[in-house]
Protein backbone atom coordinates (compact mmCIF):
# COMPACT_ATOMS: atom_id res chain seq x y z
CA UNK A 1 0.00 0.00 0.00
CA UNK A 2 1.07 3.19 -0.81
CA UNK A 3 1.23 5.84 1.82
CA UNK A 4 -1.00 8.39 2.27
CA UNK A 5 -0.99 12.13 2.90
CA UNK A 6 -2.15 12.79 6.22
CA UNK A 7 -2.71 16.61 5.68
CA UNK A 8 -4.79 15.89 2.03
CA UNK A 9 -6.84 13.48 3.65
CA UNK A 10 -7.63 15.56 6.71
CA UNK A 11 -8.32 18.71 4.05
CA UNK A 12 -10.59 16.21 2.16
CA UNK A 13 -12.56 15.11 4.93
CA UNK A 14 -13.11 18.58 6.00
CA UNK A 15 -16.84 20.52 4.94
CA UNK A 16 -16.19 23.28 3.01
CA UNK A 17 -15.80 26.75 5.11
CA UNK A 18 -16.79 28.95 2.48
CA UNK A 19 -18.59 27.83 -1.20
CA UNK A 20 -18.50 30.20 -4.18
CA UNK A 21 -21.49 29.13 -6.95
CA UNK A 22 -21.50 31.17 -10.16
CA UNK A 23 -19.91 34.17 -8.98
CA UNK A 24 -19.98 36.67 -11.68
CA UNK A 25 -19.20 40.61 -11.35
CA UNK A 26 -20.14 43.11 -13.99
CA UNK A 27 -19.60 46.65 -14.59
CA UNK A 28 -19.28 48.46 -17.78
CA UNK A 29 -18.31 44.67 -19.19
CA UNK A 30 -17.99 41.63 -17.64
CA UNK A 31 -15.20 41.18 -14.80
CA UNK A 32 -15.86 38.15 -13.22
CA UNK A 33 -17.49 35.17 -15.18
CA UNK A 34 -19.36 31.92 -13.37
CA UNK A 35 -17.01 30.92 -10.76
CA UNK A 36 -17.29 28.27 -8.57
CA UNK A 37 -14.40 27.67 -5.71
CA UNK A 38 -14.87 25.72 -2.04
CA UNK A 39 -12.30 26.53 0.62
CA UNK A 40 -11.80 24.16 3.64
CA UNK A 41 -10.18 25.16 6.86
CA UNK A 42 -6.79 25.02 6.98
CA UNK A 43 -6.45 25.20 3.82
CA UNK A 44 -4.19 27.32 1.61
CA UNK A 45 -5.36 28.63 -1.81
CA UNK A 46 -3.03 30.51 -3.87
CA UNK A 47 -5.22 32.78 -6.63
CA UNK A 48 -3.32 33.84 -8.99
CA UNK A 49 -3.60 35.39 -13.00
CA UNK A 50 -3.01 38.42 -14.97
CA UNK A 51 -3.45 41.60 -13.67
CA UNK A 52 -7.11 42.80 -14.65
CA UNK A 53 -8.10 39.04 -14.74
CA UNK A 54 -10.74 39.51 -11.59
CA UNK A 55 -8.90 38.19 -8.78
CA UNK A 56 -9.05 41.16 -6.60
CA UNK A 57 -12.63 41.93 -7.80
CA UNK A 58 -13.10 38.04 -6.46
CA UNK A 59 -11.64 38.48 -3.06
CA UNK A 60 -13.28 42.04 -2.38
CA UNK A 61 -17.02 39.94 -3.15
CA UNK A 62 -15.92 37.29 -0.39
CA UNK A 63 -15.24 40.33 1.87
CA UNK A 64 -17.87 41.89 1.89
CA UNK A 65 -16.91 44.81 -0.30
CA UNK A 66 -18.34 44.40 -3.49
CA UNK A 67 -21.78 42.91 -4.29
CA UNK A 68 -21.88 40.37 -6.85
CA UNK A 69 -23.76 40.72 -9.99
CA UNK A 70 -24.79 36.80 -10.53
CA UNK A 71 -24.29 34.27 -7.87
CA UNK A 72 -24.62 33.23 -4.78
CA UNK A 73 -21.79 32.25 -1.17
CA UNK A 74 -22.03 29.74 1.59
CA UNK A 75 -20.52 29.99 5.32
CA UNK A 76 -20.77 26.88 7.18
CA UNK A 77 -23.54 26.05 4.80
CA UNK A 78 -25.22 29.05 5.52
CA UNK A 79 -26.67 31.80 2.90
CA UNK A 80 -23.06 34.22 3.27
CA UNK A 81 -23.95 37.88 1.60
CA UNK A 82 -21.54 40.35 3.96
CA UNK A 83 -23.34 43.77 3.26
CA UNK A 84 -19.75 45.35 4.20
CA UNK A 85 -16.75 44.48 5.36
CA UNK A 86 -17.29 45.46 8.89
CA UNK A 87 -20.39 42.22 8.58
CA UNK A 88 -17.50 39.80 7.41
CA UNK A 89 -15.09 40.45 9.69
CA UNK A 90 -17.48 39.49 12.32
CA UNK A 91 -18.23 36.69 10.95
CA UNK A 92 -14.56 36.19 10.81
CA UNK A 93 -13.54 36.21 7.03
CA UNK A 94 -10.88 39.28 6.98
CA UNK A 95 -8.42 40.31 3.98
CA UNK A 96 -5.21 42.37 3.85
CA UNK A 97 -5.55 44.30 1.03
CA UNK A 98 -2.88 45.80 -2.16
CA UNK A 99 -4.62 49.46 -0.36
CA UNK A 100 -3.69 49.51 2.44
CA UNK A 101 -6.72 50.42 5.09
CA UNK A 102 -4.60 52.47 7.52
CA UNK A 103 -4.87 56.03 8.62
CA UNK A 104 -1.09 57.52 8.25
CA UNK A 105 -1.45 60.63 10.90
CA UNK A 106 -2.51 58.15 13.91
CA UNK A 107 0.18 55.56 15.71
CA UNK A 108 0.78 51.67 15.11
CA UNK A 109 -1.22 51.03 18.02
CA UNK A 110 -4.08 53.34 17.28
CA UNK A 111 -4.37 51.66 14.29
CA UNK A 112 -4.50 47.99 15.51
CA UNK A 113 -6.99 48.69 17.90
CA UNK A 114 -8.49 51.53 16.72
CA UNK A 115 -12.34 49.75 16.79
CA UNK A 116 -11.42 48.15 20.68
CA UNK A 117 -8.86 50.62 22.70
CA UNK A 118 -8.47 49.73 25.58
CA UNK A 119 -9.88 51.94 28.76
CA UNK A 120 -9.70 52.89 32.20
CA UNK A 121 -12.28 54.84 34.27
CA UNK A 122 -13.38 56.63 31.21
CA UNK A 123 -9.84 57.18 29.34
CA UNK A 124 -7.88 55.30 26.67
CA UNK A 125 -5.48 53.25 28.74
CA UNK A 126 -2.31 54.33 26.87
CA UNK A 127 -0.04 51.75 29.23
CA UNK A 128 -2.37 48.61 28.25
CA UNK A 129 -2.71 49.90 24.27
CA UNK A 130 0.98 50.04 23.82
CA UNK A 131 2.16 46.84 25.54
CA UNK A 132 -1.73 45.19 22.97
CA UNK A 133 0.21 47.01 20.34
CA UNK A 134 4.18 45.74 20.70
CA UNK A 135 2.27 41.64 21.25
CA UNK A 136 0.60 42.03 18.02
CA UNK A 137 3.20 43.93 16.16
CA UNK A 138 5.52 40.80 17.40
CA UNK A 139 3.62 38.83 15.66
CA UNK A 140 4.52 39.54 12.39
CA UNK A 141 8.35 39.68 13.93
CA UNK A 142 8.35 43.62 14.26
CA UNK A 143 7.69 43.83 18.28
CA UNK A 144 10.80 47.06 18.12
CA UNK A 145 8.81 49.49 16.61
CA UNK A 146 7.73 52.18 18.67
CA UNK A 147 3.78 51.76 18.84
CA UNK A 148 3.57 55.41 19.10
CA UNK A 149 5.43 55.87 16.02
CA UNK A 150 3.01 57.86 13.44
CA UNK A 151 1.93 55.10 10.54
CA UNK A 152 2.87 58.05 7.70
CA UNK A 153 6.31 58.00 8.81
CA UNK A 154 6.77 54.05 8.35
CA UNK A 155 7.89 52.56 4.76
CA UNK A 156 5.52 50.94 2.80
CA UNK A 157 6.91 47.63 3.72
CA UNK A 158 6.26 48.41 7.67
CA UNK A 159 2.85 49.34 6.93
CA UNK A 160 2.07 46.33 4.84
CA UNK A 161 3.28 44.64 8.08
CA UNK A 162 0.89 46.64 10.29
CA UNK A 163 -2.32 45.96 8.19
CA UNK A 164 -1.11 42.07 7.80
CA UNK A 165 -1.49 42.61 12.21
CA UNK A 166 -4.15 44.08 12.62
CA UNK A 167 -6.13 41.55 10.64
CA UNK A 168 -4.46 38.86 12.41
CA UNK A 169 -6.30 40.56 15.81
CA UNK A 170 -8.97 38.36 17.24
CA UNK A 171 -11.33 35.48 15.41
CA UNK A 172 -10.06 34.70 12.16
CA UNK A 173 -11.56 32.10 10.31
CA UNK A 174 -10.77 33.07 6.63
CA UNK A 175 -7.65 35.23 5.75
CA UNK A 176 -7.22 36.76 2.40
CA UNK A 177 -3.60 38.16 1.36
CA UNK A 178 -3.54 40.03 -2.02
CA UNK A 179 -0.22 40.36 -2.38
CA UNK A 180 1.60 40.30 0.91
CA UNK A 181 4.99 40.19 -0.08
CA UNK A 182 4.77 42.95 -2.76
CA UNK A 183 6.89 45.48 -0.42
CA UNK A 184 8.14 42.79 1.46
CA UNK A 185 12.41 41.61 2.24
CA UNK A 186 13.37 38.36 2.58
CA UNK A 187 13.30 38.42 6.28
CA UNK A 188 9.97 39.51 6.39
CA UNK A 189 8.52 37.30 3.89
CA UNK A 190 9.72 34.31 6.02
CA UNK A 191 7.90 35.83 9.34
CA UNK A 192 4.70 36.04 7.05
CA UNK A 193 4.96 32.41 5.86
CA UNK A 194 5.87 31.14 9.56
CA UNK A 195 2.73 32.69 10.47
CA UNK A 196 0.96 31.37 7.83
CA UNK A 197 2.20 27.90 9.05
CA UNK A 198 0.47 28.72 12.07
CA UNK A 199 -2.50 29.87 10.81
CA UNK A 200 -2.99 26.50 8.95
CA UNK A 201 -2.52 24.69 12.05
CA UNK A 202 -5.19 26.85 13.42
CA UNK A 203 -7.80 25.68 11.16
CA UNK A 204 -7.81 28.75 9.49
CA UNK A 205 -8.55 29.13 5.96
CA UNK A 206 -6.37 31.41 3.37
CA UNK A 207 -6.65 32.87 -0.16
CA UNK A 208 -3.13 33.68 -1.12
CA UNK A 209 -3.02 36.08 -4.17
CA UNK A 210 0.33 36.51 -5.94
CA UNK A 211 2.50 36.90 -8.88
CA UNK A 212 5.33 35.47 -7.61
CA UNK A 213 4.49 31.97 -8.68
CA UNK A 214 7.71 30.49 -6.72
CA UNK A 215 6.17 31.62 -3.32
CA UNK A 216 2.44 29.82 -4.36
CA UNK A 217 4.34 26.52 -5.11
CA UNK A 218 6.07 27.19 -1.15
CA UNK A 219 3.04 27.78 0.16
CA UNK A 220 0.08 26.28 -0.97
CA UNK A 221 -2.02 23.53 -1.39
CA UNK A 222 -4.62 24.66 -4.09
CA UNK A 223 -4.29 26.88 -7.09
CA UNK A 224 -7.02 28.94 -8.77
CA UNK A 225 -6.17 30.66 -12.09
CA UNK A 226 -8.46 33.23 -13.71
CA UNK A 227 -7.95 34.38 -17.18
CA UNK A 228 -9.97 37.42 -18.32
CA UNK A 229 -12.19 37.05 -15.33
CA UNK A 230 -12.98 32.91 -15.68
CA UNK A 231 -11.58 30.53 -13.97
CA UNK A 232 -9.06 28.17 -16.13
CA UNK A 233 -7.76 25.94 -13.31
CA UNK A 234 -8.82 24.72 -10.21
CA UNK A 235 -6.25 21.98 -8.84
CA UNK A 236 -3.63 20.96 -6.86
CA UNK A 237 -0.61 22.97 -7.21
CA UNK A 238 2.41 20.17 -7.18
CA UNK A 239 0.92 19.05 -10.35
CA UNK A 240 1.79 22.28 -12.45
CA UNK A 241 5.10 23.59 -12.92
CA UNK A 242 6.06 27.16 -13.55
CA UNK A 243 5.69 27.21 -16.70
CA UNK A 244 2.67 25.50 -17.23
CA UNK A 245 0.98 27.95 -14.67
CA UNK A 246 2.52 31.04 -16.70
CA UNK A 247 0.46 29.31 -20.11
CA UNK A 248 -1.99 29.03 -17.96
CA UNK A 249 -2.32 32.94 -16.60
CA UNK A 250 -1.45 34.12 -19.95
CA UNK A 251 -2.89 32.05 -22.76
CA UNK A 252 0.53 31.66 -23.93
CA UNK A 253 4.18 31.15 -22.70
CA UNK A 254 6.17 34.27 -21.68
CA UNK A 255 9.62 33.77 -21.89
CA UNK A 256 12.26 36.57 -20.63
CA UNK A 257 15.98 35.74 -21.98
CA UNK A 258 17.82 39.09 -20.70
CA UNK A 259 21.70 39.92 -21.69
CA UNK A 260 22.87 42.96 -20.28
CA UNK A 261 26.28 41.99 -21.33
CA UNK A 262 26.21 43.61 -24.93
CA UNK A 263 25.65 46.47 -23.09
CA UNK A 264 27.52 49.80 -23.72
CA UNK A 265 27.89 51.46 -20.75
CA UNK A 266 28.90 55.03 -21.12
CA UNK A 267 30.21 58.19 -19.14
CA UNK A 268 28.35 59.16 -16.10
CA UNK A 269 25.08 60.44 -16.50
CA UNK A 270 24.19 60.80 -12.47
CA UNK A 271 26.61 61.41 -9.90
CA UNK A 272 25.55 61.81 -6.59
CA UNK A 273 28.24 63.00 -3.81
CA UNK A 274 27.78 63.34 0.11
CA UNK A 275 23.57 63.41 -0.42
CA UNK A 276 22.31 62.56 3.18
CA UNK A 277 19.38 63.14 5.38
CA UNK A 278 19.74 62.69 9.23
CA UNK A 279 20.19 58.95 10.31
CA UNK A 280 17.66 58.14 7.33
CA UNK A 281 19.75 58.44 4.79
CA UNK A 282 24.15 58.77 5.78
CA UNK A 283 26.33 60.90 2.96
CA UNK A 284 26.19 58.58 -0.12
CA UNK A 285 28.30 59.25 -3.10
CA UNK A 286 28.07 56.99 -6.18
CA UNK A 287 27.65 57.56 -9.74
CA UNK A 288 24.94 55.94 -12.78
CA UNK A 289 26.39 55.78 -16.38
CA UNK A 290 24.48 56.33 -19.39
CA UNK A 291 23.46 52.61 -20.57
CA UNK A 292 23.40 51.08 -16.92
CA UNK A 293 20.91 49.41 -15.03
CA UNK A 294 21.97 49.89 -10.90
CA UNK A 295 19.98 48.30 -8.30
CA UNK A 296 19.39 49.57 -4.93
CA UNK A 297 19.09 46.08 -2.52
CA UNK A 298 18.45 46.70 1.27
CA UNK A 299 15.97 45.59 3.86
CA UNK A 300 12.90 47.65 4.60
CA UNK A 301 13.77 50.72 6.21
CA UNK A 302 17.20 50.59 4.60
CA UNK A 303 16.84 54.11 3.41
CA UNK A 304 16.37 53.18 -0.23
CA UNK A 305 13.41 55.18 -0.87
CA UNK A 306 14.68 57.99 1.00
CA UNK A 307 17.74 58.14 -1.04
CA UNK A 308 15.65 58.23 -4.50
CA UNK A 309 13.28 61.05 -3.02
CA UNK A 310 16.46 62.90 -2.43
CA UNK A 311 18.11 62.74 -5.87
CA UNK A 312 14.20 63.66 -6.97
CA UNK A 313 14.00 66.64 -4.74
CA UNK A 314 10.74 65.11 -2.71
CA UNK A 315 12.66 65.40 0.57
CA UNK A 316 14.96 68.07 1.81
CA UNK A 317 18.55 66.59 1.87
CA UNK A 318 21.28 67.87 5.23
CA UNK A 319 24.19 67.66 3.01
CA UNK A 320 25.47 66.68 -0.15
CA UNK A 321 25.27 67.35 -4.21
CA UNK A 322 23.36 66.18 -7.18
CA UNK A 323 25.65 66.68 -10.89
CA UNK A 324 23.64 65.75 -14.31
CA UNK A 325 26.32 64.76 -16.95
CA UNK A 326 29.31 66.17 -17.23
CA UNK A 327 28.50 69.08 -15.47
CA UNK A 328 31.23 70.64 -12.99
CA UNK A 329 28.20 72.77 -11.21
CA UNK A 330 25.81 70.92 -8.74
CA UNK A 331 22.08 70.73 -10.18
CA UNK A 332 19.52 72.92 -8.41
CA UNK A 333 17.17 70.04 -6.90
CA UNK A 334 14.83 71.60 -4.42
CA UNK A 335 11.82 70.03 -5.48
CA UNK A 336 10.22 67.51 -7.91
CA UNK A 337 9.90 70.26 -10.28
CA UNK A 338 13.31 71.21 -10.49
CA UNK A 339 14.42 67.28 -10.62
CA UNK A 340 12.21 66.67 -13.55
CA UNK A 341 13.35 69.84 -15.38
CA UNK A 342 17.41 68.53 -14.94
CA UNK A 343 16.34 65.89 -16.68
CA UNK A 344 15.09 62.99 -14.09
CA UNK A 345 12.29 61.38 -13.86
CA UNK A 346 10.91 58.63 -11.03
CA UNK A 347 8.13 56.26 -10.48
CA UNK A 348 7.12 56.18 -7.02
CA UNK A 349 6.07 53.16 -5.00
CA UNK A 350 3.45 54.59 -3.58
CA UNK A 351 1.35 54.78 -7.33
CA UNK A 352 -1.92 55.89 -5.22
CA UNK A 353 -1.04 58.20 -2.93
CA UNK A 354 1.69 59.63 -5.45
CA UNK A 355 1.84 58.41 -8.70
CA UNK A 356 -1.51 59.05 -10.06
CA UNK A 357 -4.63 61.54 -10.73
CA UNK A 358 -6.86 58.46 -9.65
CA UNK A 359 -10.39 59.88 -10.96
CA UNK A 360 -8.85 61.20 -14.05
CA UNK A 361 -8.67 59.31 -17.43
CA UNK A 362 -5.45 57.45 -18.80
CA UNK A 363 -4.74 59.74 -21.21
CA UNK A 364 -4.56 62.74 -18.64
CA UNK A 365 -2.26 60.84 -16.43
CA UNK A 366 0.13 59.85 -19.33
CA UNK A 367 0.86 63.44 -20.75
CA UNK A 368 0.58 64.99 -17.56
CA UNK A 369 4.75 65.19 -17.03
CA UNK A 370 4.74 67.23 -20.90
CA UNK A 371 2.20 68.76 -21.20
CA UNK A 372 3.33 70.45 -23.97
CA UNK A 373 4.24 68.36 -26.45
CA UNK A 374 0.16 67.76 -26.69
CA UNK A 375 -0.88 71.28 -26.76
CA UNK A 376 -1.30 73.77 -29.62
CA UNK A 377 -0.76 77.60 -29.18
CA UNK A 378 -1.39 76.80 -25.43
CA UNK A 379 -4.16 74.69 -25.92
CA UNK A 380 -4.48 71.32 -25.32
CA UNK A 381 -4.96 68.55 -27.90
CA UNK A 382 -7.05 66.07 -26.83
CA UNK A 383 -7.14 64.46 -29.79
CA UNK A 384 -3.05 64.05 -29.38
CA UNK A 385 -3.14 63.15 -25.70
CA UNK A 386 -5.46 60.46 -26.97
CA UNK A 387 -3.24 59.39 -29.36
CA UNK A 388 -0.19 59.32 -26.88
CA UNK A 389 -1.98 57.20 -24.73
CA UNK A 390 -3.45 54.68 -26.77
CA UNK A 391 0.44 54.11 -27.96
CA UNK A 392 1.30 53.26 -24.20
CA UNK A 393 -1.58 51.26 -23.36
CA UNK A 394 -0.35 48.96 -26.23
CA UNK A 395 2.96 49.35 -25.55
CA UNK A 396 2.94 48.28 -21.85
CA UNK A 397 -0.56 45.58 -22.38
CA UNK A 398 -2.50 47.72 -20.20
CA UNK A 399 -5.58 46.15 -19.33
CA UNK A 400 -8.64 48.67 -19.74
CA UNK A 401 -11.77 49.90 -21.81
CA UNK A 402 -10.30 52.56 -23.64
CA UNK A 403 -7.74 55.48 -22.76
CA UNK A 404 -10.53 57.51 -21.49
CA UNK A 405 -10.96 55.19 -18.77
CA UNK A 406 -9.87 56.65 -15.01
CA UNK A 407 -7.18 55.37 -13.63
CA UNK A 408 -8.79 54.77 -10.12
CA UNK A 409 -10.93 51.78 -12.27
CA UNK A 410 -7.93 50.13 -13.18
CA UNK A 411 -6.05 46.60 -11.20
CA UNK A 412 -3.14 47.93 -9.28
CA UNK A 413 -0.56 46.24 -11.70
CA UNK A 414 -2.01 48.58 -14.70
CA UNK A 415 -2.28 51.44 -12.81
CA UNK A 416 1.45 50.79 -12.06
CA UNK A 417 2.07 50.89 -15.99
CA UNK A 418 0.69 54.14 -16.18
CA UNK A 419 2.52 55.67 -14.00
CA UNK A 420 5.40 54.04 -15.91
CA UNK A 421 4.35 55.20 -19.65
CA UNK A 422 4.24 58.84 -18.08
CA UNK A 423 7.73 59.31 -17.41
CA UNK A 424 8.42 57.18 -20.92
CA UNK A 425 6.16 60.03 -22.43
CA UNK A 426 8.86 62.68 -20.72
CA UNK A 427 12.14 60.61 -22.11
CA UNK A 428 14.21 62.04 -19.27
CA UNK A 429 17.87 60.64 -19.62
CA UNK A 430 17.88 59.32 -15.54
CA UNK A 431 14.96 57.37 -14.45
CA UNK A 432 14.76 56.44 -11.02
CA UNK A 433 12.41 53.21 -10.38
CA UNK A 434 11.15 52.45 -6.63
CA UNK A 435 9.76 49.42 -6.78
CA UNK A 436 8.58 48.94 -10.61
CA UNK A 437 7.11 45.73 -10.99
CA UNK A 438 5.05 45.64 -7.59
CA UNK A 439 1.39 44.39 -8.15
CA UNK A 440 2.73 43.32 -11.82
CA UNK A 441 2.01 39.62 -13.35
CA UNK A 442 4.98 37.53 -14.98
CA UNK A 443 3.83 38.48 -18.34
CA UNK A 444 3.90 41.91 -17.96
CA UNK A 445 6.97 41.73 -15.92
CA UNK A 446 8.63 40.39 -18.83
CA UNK A 447 7.74 43.28 -20.62
CA UNK A 448 8.98 45.85 -18.27
CA UNK A 449 12.60 44.07 -17.78
CA UNK A 450 12.56 44.43 -21.97
CA UNK A 451 11.72 48.20 -21.40
CA UNK A 452 14.50 48.12 -19.40
CA UNK A 453 16.73 46.91 -21.80
CA UNK A 454 15.69 49.18 -24.70
CA UNK A 455 15.96 52.12 -22.40
CA UNK A 456 19.33 51.09 -21.44
CA UNK A 457 20.22 50.77 -25.03
CA UNK A 458 19.22 54.34 -25.71
CA UNK A 459 21.79 55.60 -23.54
CA UNK A 460 19.49 56.11 -20.75
CA UNK A 461 20.80 55.81 -16.64
CA UNK A 462 17.99 53.90 -14.70
CA UNK A 463 18.39 53.59 -11.13
CA UNK A 464 16.27 51.00 -9.28
CA UNK A 465 15.16 49.98 -5.93
CA UNK A 466 13.37 46.76 -5.73
CA UNK A 467 12.66 44.09 -2.59
CA UNK A 468 13.12 41.39 -4.92
CA UNK A 469 16.56 40.41 -5.33
CA UNK A 470 16.23 37.68 -8.09
CA UNK A 471 14.82 40.57 -9.77
CA UNK A 472 18.21 43.28 -9.63
CA UNK A 473 20.09 40.27 -10.02
CA UNK A 474 18.38 39.45 -13.81
CA UNK A 475 18.36 43.02 -14.70
CA UNK A 476 21.18 44.85 -13.38
CA UNK A 477 24.60 45.75 -14.30
CA UNK A 478 25.83 47.09 -10.80
CA UNK A 479 23.78 46.58 -7.62
CA UNK A 480 24.34 48.92 -4.50
CA UNK A 481 23.03 47.63 -1.03
CA UNK A 482 22.11 49.93 1.47
CA UNK A 483 22.15 48.65 5.07
CA UNK A 484 21.14 51.15 8.16
CA UNK A 485 20.86 54.18 5.86
CA UNK A 486 24.28 53.91 4.08
CA UNK A 487 25.59 52.25 1.50
CA UNK A 488 27.25 48.88 2.41
CA UNK A 489 28.61 48.03 -0.72
CA UNK A 490 29.01 47.69 -4.22
CA UNK A 491 29.04 44.88 -6.34
CA UNK A 492 29.15 44.55 -10.22
CA UNK A 493 27.71 41.24 -11.90
CA UNK A 494 30.89 39.15 -12.33
CA UNK A 495 31.65 39.56 -8.31
CA UNK A 496 27.85 39.72 -6.65
CA UNK A 497 25.97 36.39 -5.28
CA UNK A 498 23.14 36.21 -3.31
CA UNK A 499 24.78 35.47 0.15
CA UNK A 500 27.20 38.54 -0.19
CA UNK A 501 24.44 41.00 -0.77
CA UNK A 502 22.33 39.76 1.80
CA UNK A 503 25.25 39.91 4.14
CA UNK A 504 25.56 43.56 3.12
CA UNK A 505 22.40 44.14 3.58
CA UNK A 506 22.63 43.20 7.37
CA UNK A 507 26.03 44.94 7.94
CA UNK A 508 24.77 47.43 9.46
CA UNK A 509 22.36 46.57 11.83
CA UNK A 510 25.14 43.75 12.77
CA UNK A 511 26.93 46.69 13.74
CA UNK A 512 24.59 48.93 15.68
CA UNK A 513 23.90 45.43 17.67
CA UNK A 514 27.50 45.06 18.12
CA UNK A 515 28.12 48.64 19.36
CA UNK A 516 25.22 48.61 21.78
CA UNK A 517 26.61 45.93 23.92
CA UNK A 518 30.05 47.18 23.17
CA UNK A 519 28.47 50.09 25.26
CA UNK A 520 26.16 48.52 27.52
CA UNK A 521 29.03 46.70 28.72
CA UNK A 522 31.28 49.35 28.86
CA UNK A 523 28.61 51.17 31.52
CA UNK A 524 28.55 47.70 33.35
CA UNK A 525 31.96 48.05 33.87
CA UNK A 526 32.52 51.65 35.25
Known amino acids: MQPTDSNSISDADRAPLLTLSGIGKTYAAPVLEGVNLALRPGQVLALTGENGAGKS???????????????????????????????????????????????????????????????????????????????????????????????????????QMVEIARNLIGSCRCLILDEPTAMLTSREVELLFARIERLRAEGVAIIYISHRLEELKRIADRIVVLRDGKLVCDDDIKRYSTEQLVQLMAGELTKVDLDPSHRKIGAPILRVRGLGRGEVVQPASFALHAGEVLGIAGLIGAGRTELLRLIFGADHADSGEVFIGDSTQPARIRSPKDAVRAGIAMVTEDRKGQGLLLPQAISVNTSLADLGRVSRAGVLDHAAEADVARDYVNKLRIRCGSAAQAAGELSGGNQQKVVIARWLYRDCPVMLFDEPTRGIDIGAKSDIYRLFAELAGQGKGLLVVSSDLRELMQICDRIAVMSAGRIADTFSREDWSQERILAAAFSGYVGRQEAAHAAQAAGNTA
Open 57 to 159: TLSKIVCGLVDPSTGSMQLDGQPYAPASRTAAEALGIRMVMQELNLIPTLSIAENLFLEKLPRRFGWIDRKQLAADARRQMEVVGLGELDPWTPVGELGLGHQ
